[in-house]
């Protein structure tokens, strides 16, 4: 079964959005509170630790109801079933999406190819632990006999920015072991992870789902060779290991098979740290942890699947942004987490995000005539507040923007945590209020307000919140590309780059420019020159 090929704005649901939004354009949500007592109370939901306000957004009750109409005319939730049940949802590819799986706990099998995936994805899990507790408790040794003390992981994209973001996020959970990675094909960036380690007692971990990906091959080898500087070549054996679908390319770089995690075509790169992509993380913070972040991201997955769309925090935030980006014509969302230890979280949310919903083309294969990917943006607050907020506050623009923020710190300064928070209420507090003219008041100080803000606030940042504040966005982007009716899960813009990426390296190989555009033939020769 295929997924539907509606194009959103031919649906009645639509076409009454459209009628609405020209009442809604000059709403003020101020008087939308002035007006109902209640709003706030309608307008948040609850879920286990997390609590979702999206009071402060310009919509009122028939917008949701109307939004909820174009979910259910799309047939979101027939997608929904298709998308955890191993429907070929990747179309473009011939594949499952199924990372949902990798983190289940259901019993029933889950068939790829009439074969169930449990199984497998519990052989792999169990492979992670072991393998895991033996570096952390020292019994896994290195070449010269010593313990390991710093992991590299080795990818890009996928490969790279969910596990990096993820042992940032984790960092009071984390273990003796240093964990660094390197990513982008600059031998700099190689060079300056490399001056931190021993090859003596440091495990590289090659993450590349394809084992294609030309900046991690090229820094694999080049860590390899500096590792066979002081070590032999049976020496690889305790220090590299690849976490691959493709076995037989992992092999031919000289990795043994069982140094190999496997994982499969149905796992999005941009998904994929569920799986032994995220073999950094459990090295980090230990399997346990690492168990409790799939526990998190599948009790949001539950309540994604089973929640009515009115009380569903994807479906709810995927709408409200939709709502923004195609009504009110926003160009971009921000997303604000108020913890230092979600530094990661925006660059790591731009890939599933852009990635995923970054399609001009619809499912019926014909150009869209609305705007789709929304582009999103952000660095930790109170940071950002210093930086950019003055354009959200008083710009010209309109930019959504997701305040997260925890109830409790870790270490427990009560102080700290009081300052942060009462920054992270005042700033949505200000977007919706502004401060209006009055007399006397000079117009550069005038705030108009009125600016949508989604506040979720969580109990506590532990491995499970985490998880489940990922699952919450993949979710997210999931439903926007449904009503979008594109393909979320191909990434086939990044392939043009890539291939000519290949064709100039042989110019600057042979130093022999051959036909490009003017601009680029002069860029090269300068270079070569
Ligand atoms: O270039 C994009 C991409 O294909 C991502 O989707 C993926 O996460 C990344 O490259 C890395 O791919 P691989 O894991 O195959 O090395």
């Known amino acids: 079964m295929a997924l539907p090929t509606i194009n959103p704005t031919q ?69 929904i079933e298709q998308y955890f049940g191993g429907g070929l949802i990747n179309q473009t590819e011939n594949r499952a999406v199924l990372h949902t799986a990798l983190r289940s706990k259901q019993t029933e099998p889950i068939l790829v190819d009439g074969k169930d995936i449990l199984p497998e994805i519990a052989a792999v899990n169990q492979k992670i632990a072991a393998f895991s507790e033996s570096i952390i408790s020292g019994t896994h040794k290195g070449y010269t006999g010593k313990a390991i003390t710093d992991v590299v992981n080795i990818g890009i994209g996928g490969s790279d920015l969910g596990p990096a973001m993820m042992v940032e996020a984790l960092k009071y959970y984390k273990n003796q072991l240093n964990v ?66 493709n076995l037989e390319k992992v092999q031919a770089f000289g990795i043994a098979p069982e140094n190999i995690f496997p994982m499969w075509d149905w796992v999005g790169g941009r998904f994929s740290l569920w799986s032994a992509v995220g073999l950094s993380i459990s090295l980090a913070v230990g399997p346990a942890h690492f168990e409790n972040l799939l526990k998190g991201a599948y009790d949001m997955d539950t309540h994604f699947k089973t929640t009515p769309f009115e009380q569903n925090m994807p479906v709810v935030l995927a709408l409200l942004s939709i709502w923004y980006n195609n009504f009110y014509g926003a160009e971009t969302e921000a997303i604000i987490p108020y913890n230092q230890y979600l530094q990661k979280l925006v660059p790591y949310l731009q890939q599933g995000i852009m990635e995923s919903n970054g399609k001009h083309i619809g499912r019926d294969g014909k150009p869209v005539n609305y705007q789709t990917g929304t582009i999103v943006w952000g660095e930790p607050g109170t940071n950002s507040q210093h930086a950019f907020f003055q354009l959200i506050h008083q710009g010209t623009k309109l930019i959504p923007t997701d305040f997260i923020g925890f109830k409790h710190s870790l270490y427990g300064n009560q102080e700290h945590q009081d300052k942060l928070m009462s920054n992270f209420f005042a700033q949505t507090e200000a977007l919706l209020m502004g401060r209006p003219a009055a007399p006397g008041l000079s117009p550069f100080k005038v705030f108009t307000g009125n600016k949508p803000t989604n ?75």
């Open 455 to 529: 506040t979720l606030l969580i109990e506590k940042l532990t491995p499970a919140s985490v998880g489940a504040l990922i699952a919450l966005y993949e979710h997210k982007l999931f439903v926007q590309g449904i009503i979008w009716n594109i393909f979320s899960y191909d990434q086939w813009g990044v392939e043009l780059g890539k291939q000519l990426a290949n064709t100039i390296l042989e110019d600057i190989e042979t130093k022999k420019v051959a036909a490009h555009d003017a601009s680029t033939t002069f860029l090269l020769n300068k270079y070569l020159g």
């Open 180 to 245: 660094h990675f390197v990513s982008n094909i600059d031998g700099d960036h190689v060079q300056e992870i490399l001056k931190l380690v021993d090859p003596e007692t440091t495990l590289f971990v090659i993450v590349s789902k394809t084992f294609t990906t030309q900046e991690t091959l090229t820094n694999a080898q080049t860590i390899r060779a500096w590792f066979l500087k002081t070590a032999s070549q049976q020496d690889v054996a305790k220090h590299f290991v690849a976490v691959s679908t």
């Open 11 to 79: 649906t009645a649901a639509w076409q009454k959005l459209q009628a609405h939004f020209a009442q809604m354009k000059t709403a003020q949500m101020q008087d939308l509170f002035a007006t109902d007592a209640h709003r706030t109370e309608k307008f948040h939901i609850e879920w286990q630790d997390f609590l979702l306000d999206y009071s402060k957004n310009i919509v009122s009750e028939e917008t949701l109801a109307l939004l909820q109409e174009l979910a259910s005319e799309v047939d979101l939730k027939s997608a």
